[in-house]
């Protein structure tokens, strides 16, 4: 979704520009040099987009599972089961069923007693192992981002230089102007939608922490870590 796909040909016709004018000598040493740095800051931007679009998907797989799942808060509450499976409710209701209602009541009572340290509404050891990938891949991305707009900043430098002293057309110009604003683009977008992904599942693990499940602590104070290292990296993105 994240991924920007470029033309590494069109885009190193850059490097060499000038080559084909008439009276104008073949800068072959001066090109290579351009079209080796130009190709670099080309996969270093695509590395980088890559690192983006697997943050959101990770963030979006800990929302899925932080989610407080509505079924088994019916069930703990009803039959004061700690962790509940599609075959524990099943065999929860006949139980009621075969129990009659005063072993129904019995059975809540004790529930809810112990329902404060025994309910489980998502996985904790789950969580842990997507909240650790994910801040792997934002640790990534917090270092290797600034590095990659500098160069982006300084190349644009140099090719209004180049532009302004006759060595590049304004087209060859706007070609990769375009390029690095479209990157900037996408990654902000990227990363705006991966702090927006950890706020919820922060929210997602309060509304658990509210219906009694414990052991939450760094889990809450995880997502909103990764939601405000998202958010910092993207406000480091300027627009073009």
Known sequence: M???????????????AGCNQHNEPMISSRGAASEHVLASSLANEEVMMEQAGALTKMTRDI?????????????????????????????????????????????????????QNRVQLVSPSALVRSIGKADDRMDVVSRDLPGMLAAQDAELNTLTLKMAQGEIT?????????????NRAQLAEALSLSATQAN??????????????????????ATKNLARDATSARSAITLL
Request: charged residues 15%; hydrophobic residues 45%.
């Open 2 to 16: 994240f991924a920007i796909r470029i033309t590494l040909c069109g885009a190193l016709a850059l490097g060499v």
């Open 63 to 115: 929302i899925r599972k932080s989610t407080v799942q509505g079924a088994a808060v019916g069930a703990v509450a009803g039959c004061g089961l700690a962790i509940l499976s599609a075959s524990n409710a099943k065999n929860c209701v006949t139980g009621v069923i075969a129990g009659g209602a005063v072993g129904a009541l019995t059975g809540n009572a004790v529930g809810k007693k112990q329902a």
């Open 170 to 182: 304004e087209a060859q110009y706007t070609q990769r102007f375009e390029v690095i604003k479209a």
């Open 200 to 221: 919820e599942a922060h929210r997602n693990l309060q509304e658990a922490q509210a219906k009694g499940q414990s052991g939450l602590d760094w889990h809450l104070s």
